[in-house]
């Protein structure tokens, strides 16, 4: 406390107090509710009950499998797409940023409703859950873009390219060992930041009546509340883990000017 105190004087360290207190009081009353099995007796039942549930699993697994499906499609469309923008055709860099703020603009019941009616066929996409990739792509859009454009501009891809195409590299060879191994970091950074999105949606996936794990979450909250509160603990935990990857994954990654790590 008292080192706390030399680095943050005065009322910040009251501040900052009072901020974890407002952060983790719910979370201490949650996590306490989720354990509450009746009059006075406290034990793990919730988590043991959602932990046997097929539905949790079926759910869980489904909403991991769309996620990466997204996550490469995501990749494989930008990556190639932010690199040739960034490379030799910066006058695109005003498009690119319209194109990437647009599924802000739009919400989501509306661009759920519309891919809905324009998207007719063919039924092994439409009528599976598969569908919801087509959505969660342009969902993840905003993000995985800003990703991947501080990372390509945080590189000297110019000389890369150069230095690479100099020594005899082809196309597929300058992305895979000169490009992709600088944006390690930044494609680590989108992968997750995608993976919270999609397995945190709940509109898509509702509306067009798929059991994704954002939808049996809102399920188990009408059904009972301490399995609610204890499901969302454990969502809590996969979203700090995910938010932990990504500070750890980006201070490995950083480079510096030049390209060099």
């Not at 969902?139 to 454009?149: E, F, I, V």
Request: glycine share 8%; aromatic share 12%; hydrophobic share 55%.
């Amino acid at each position: 406390m008292s080192a706390l105190r030399r680095l943050l004087p005065g009322w910040r360290v009251w501040v900052l107090g009072l901020a974890g207190l407002y952060f983790m009081v719910p979370l201490l009353a949650t996590g306490g509710f989720s354990l509450w099995a009746g009059g006075d007796r406290y034990d793990f039942s919730a988590y043991e009950t959602l932990l046997q549930s097929s539905d949790f699993w079926d759910s869980l697994g489904l909403s991991v499998r769309l996620a990466l499906l997204t996550i490469l499609i995501s990749l494989a469309l930008l990556v190639p797409t932010v690199y040739w923008v960034q490379l030799r055709a910066q006058r695109l860099r005003p498009l690119m940023e319209f194109l990437a703020v647009l599924p802000f603009v739009v919400p989501p019941i509306a661009l759920v409703e519309g891919l809905a009616s324009v998207y007719t066929g063919p039924q092994w996409l439409v009528g599976t859950p598969d569908f919801l990739v087509v959505a969660y792509v342009i969902l993840a859009l905003p993000y995985t873009y800003r990703a991947l454009d501080v990372g390509m501009r945080s590189l000297d891809i110019r000389t890369l390219s150069e230095a690479a195409q100099s020594l005899g590299a082809n196309w597929p060879t300058l992305m895979l060992r000169a490009i992709l191994p600088n944006l390690i970091g930044t494609l680590v950074g989108a992968t997750l930041l995608t993976l919270a999105i999609v397995m945190g949606e709940f509109t898509f996936a509702n509306v067009l009546l798929f059991n994704t794990f954002a939808v049996y979450i809102n399920y188990v909250g009408q059904t009972s509340g301490t399995e609610a509160a204890a499901l969302s603990l454990l969502s809590f935990v996969m979203t700090w883990l995910a938010m932990a990857g990504i500070l750890i994954t980006g201070r490995r990654g950083q480079v510096q000017l030049g390209g060099a790590r």
